[in-house]
């Protein structure tokens, strides 16, 4: 018998009950076994597999160039780190796009091969079909509007999104949408805070925000950007809870000074 199994773990049933209960859902990224070891144990209740793996693990620009396999890597790791936590994996661009059965051999090999919870896709009523086919097949999915960086060259640029009433009002289209095919919980990235709160009041599914203010059922954020590890990325919604970049500096530079001056390792680190 594992030693966790008393844990009780988040299932997408409890993201439902905490928002029905008014209890905020906390989620950060994660995209290794060591980090999400640290991320669960801290009492997290979702862990996503981002694809800003395409940017803070493998330094791309943009989160188009990474793909399923390497989603699944990443995916494979985190799990084997956690207990409690739901793992989310992002469909990485180019897997869900083309058509709905291409979608769900897509996510079939996200859930067969990482062992990851849900898979969570970018957009609105335009991947309706394939949100639709996915969740036949029993794989819970996670929905993603307002900024969606796998169309950030549609976009052309990081801002804010939906602040005009057109954009505003597709947005809500869109939620409404996703709810009703049946995703479990939708994720909004970086729009106005009232628009957010307003949407997260009209729905029952549970609101997870970046970027979008304090009104909806929970925040996400990138765990390298809110360690501070990632020194140039410091948009206005982001909390660094650390500055890991500088004292990471400092460690590596103490450690080339002890070797280059022979006081590491000394007797009682040596056999
Ligand atoms: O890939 C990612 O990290 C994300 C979050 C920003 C929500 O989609």
């Not at 009950?17 to 979702?46: C, H, P, Q, S, W």
């Not at 990081?158 to 597709?170: H, I, N």
Request: some cysteine; hydrophobic content about 40%.
């Amino acid at each position: 018998m594992s030693v966790h199994s008393n844990v009780k773990k988040v299932t997408t049933h409890v993201l439902q009950e905490m928002k029905n209960a008014g209890e905020k859902i906390t989620m950060l990224t994660g995209y290794d076994y060591t980090m999400a070891r640290i991320i669960d144990t801290a009492g997290i209740d979702v862990i996503l597999v981002g694809d800003s793996a395409s940017n803070v693990m493998a330094g791309h620009e943009t989160t188009l160039p990474i793909t399923l396999d390497q989603m699944i890597y990443h995916a494979s790791s985190v799990v084997r780190g956690v207990n409690r936590a739901l793992v989310v994996v992002d469909m990485p661009f180019g897997s869900y796009q083309g058509n709905s059965k291409e979608a769900l051999s897509s996510a079939i090999r996200i859930m067969k091969e990482s062992g990851g919870h849900a898979v969570k896709l970018e957009g609105g009523q335009e991947i309706l079909e394939s949100v639709s086919r996915i969740l036949t097949a029993g794989i819970p999915v996670m929905g993603h509007l307002g900024l969606t960086p796998q169309s950030i060259y549609k976009f052309g640029t990081y801002v804010v999104r939906a602040r005009e009433e057109d954009e505003a009002d597709r947005l809500i289209e869109d939620v409404k949408a996703l709810e009703a095919a049946g995703c479990f919980a939708i994720v909004l990235e970086k729009i106005p805070a009232d628009l957010a709160a307003r949407v997260a009041k009209e729905v029952t599914v549970p609101i997870i925000g970046i970027g979008a203010g304090g009104g909806v059922d929970g925040q996400v954020l990138v765990v390298h950007d809110m360690l501070g590890i990632n020194n140039e990325f410091n948009p206005r919604f982001l909390r660094k809870y650390h500055n890991l970049f500088q004292e990471m500096l400092s460690s590596f530079h103490l450690y080339i000074e002890d070797v280059r001056s022979g006081d590491f390792p000394n007797e009682g680190e040596s056999y």
